[in-house]
């Protein structure tokens, strides 16, 4: 049988929930994780919000969820055939971005100059672990650049879109404990840090999609290998000389 064939047997609809389904998986994580903002206003793991920087990360915190509600309504949007309410919501989309990236660039910066310069996450100093939310963030802007430039290519811009999601959801994995006490201190860690439980959750969603569409879309597997490629580098370029000097500057 065909490629074209085997795609011909394929359920539009059911690739359409795909999405949908997957964008409310990353919810549910996303409330499990920051859990302690949500039903109480405080930081991981119950602290108060660090006053130097509360409005800050408030801000951030809110602008995350409303784009985590916009992840499931906009493929919802298609799959229930609203296409011109999800194209004008997807304006807002590109706005909200816009300013998560600024938020999270700020309080990546900022939460490094108010945290104990001793501490350590992940197995990385502070500074190194800067890399993590600075280096996300681009990520999260590459997969929607990549996605909103692709808006009329469903095979490019749904993938693009959801691992953009993805990549935001890595900072609320990290602090699911149950999801990471298992490889501290593993070679794991040493080459995924922070950023492991997102990739297997990707991995995991890439294994769903192939088995939905009945092939692997070539756009998705892209999509998989920026997120993996991303993930390792982190860990890695957060030890070298240059990340070290680079963050040394941002801090200054």
Known sequence: MSHS??????????????????????????????RFFYLEGKAYPGRPLTPPIRLLLMSHGIMMTLWMLLAVVQPLLVAT???????????FGV????????AGWRVGIEATR????????????????????????????????????NRRVPAI???????????????????????NDWYAGTWLEQWFSANLVTVIVGALLLVCKCAVSKSCERWFVAAFL?????????????KTSAWDEFASYLLR
């Not at 055939?81 to 304006?91: A, E, N, V, W, Y």
């Open 95 to 102: 706005l909200l971005a816009c300013g998560m990236v600024f």
């Open 226 to 238: 920026i997120l993996l490629v991303s993930s390792v580098a982190i860990s890695l370029g957060a």
């Open 157 to 179: 811009h749904r993938p693009m879109m959801l691992m953009a999601s993805l990549t935001i959801v890595s900072a609320a994995l990290g602090r699911i404990a149950v999801l």
């Open 114 to 149: 108010v945290n104990p310069p001793d501490m350590h996450l992940f197995g990385l100093s502070l500074k190194q672990f800067l890399a993590v939310p600075l280096v996300g963030i681009l990520t999260f802007a590459l997969f929607v650049f990549i996605g909103v430039w």
């Open 5 to 34: 064939s085997s795609r011909a047997l394929v359920n539009p609809s059911a690739e359409r929930w795909f999405y949908t389904l997957s964008s409310v998986l990353l919810l549910v994580l996303t409330v499990i994780g920051f």
């Open 81 to 91: 055939r609203q296409k011109r309410l999800h194209m004008k919501l997807g304006i």
